[in-house]
């Protein structure tokens, strides 16, 4: 841990992706590399079972979305997330391609930022049911507040969030 104070300070939505090796054990193993940096989770979705979109010619995802509390700036939460992903080695062969682990950061507080690291709220969340479904089910009023539809995109509930355990 890092020694701050998540619960008195910023609230951060996630989305995490996995479609290579273990992927749940990616999943649960990305939310560990958050809390080890100073992310407190608050609450999240179940796993969802999701069609590649973009890139379709590669294995299905399991994704899901977490809401957490952070006392670290975004490009700090960036560098988390990062980190949580070498942690599960993930490599950069190809934008939008498979990977081990992928978190993104989708909401941070109600910041809109634009710099050449990190977009807020994340640019393509809106589009994506890969995103959308685990976002509503895990935190319908935020959902509310985006006005939009639940995006495109095969998405089946694989595990309920009761049955998904971090520790
Ligand atoms: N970056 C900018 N804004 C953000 C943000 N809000 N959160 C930058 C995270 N990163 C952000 O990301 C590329 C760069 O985006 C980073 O260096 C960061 O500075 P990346 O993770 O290296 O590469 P990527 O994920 O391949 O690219 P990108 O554009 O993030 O892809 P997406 O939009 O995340 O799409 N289909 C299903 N079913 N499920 C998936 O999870 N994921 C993708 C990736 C495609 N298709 C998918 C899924
Ligand atoms: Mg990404």
């Not at 992706?17 to 958050?34: A, Y």
């Not at 109600?110 to 710099?115: A, E, G, Q």
């Not at 994340?122 to 976002?135: A, D, T």
Request: glycine content about 8%; some cysteine; aromatic content about 8%.
């Amino acid at each position: 841990m890092t020694g701050r104070r998540p619960d008195a300070a910023h609230k951060v939505w996630f989305s995490l992706g996995s479609n290579l090796g273990d992927r749940e054990d990616h999943l649960i193993g990305g939310v560990r590399g958050l809390v080890e940096r100073g992310v407190a989770p608050e609450v999240w979705s179940g796993l969802y079972e999701t069609a590649p979109v973009g890139f379709t010619d590669q294995p299905p995802f399991l994704n899901m979305t977490l809401r957490a509390r952070t006392a670290m700036d975004p490009w700090e939460t960036l560098q988390a997330c990062q980190a949580a992903e070498a942690e599960r080695n993930r490599e950069r062969v190809r934008r939008w391609g498979p990977r081990t682990l992928d978190i993104d950061i989708l909401l941070y507080d109600h910041l809109i930022l634009r710099d050449e690291k990190l977009t807020l709220p994340h640019p393509r969340m809106k589009e994506r049911s890969f995103v959308l479904i685990p976002l509503k089910e895990m935190d319908p009023e935020v959902f509310e507040q985006l006005k939009c539809g639940l995006g495109a995109g095969e998405v089946r509930l694989y595990k309920t969030a009761e049955d998904v355990i971090f520790c």
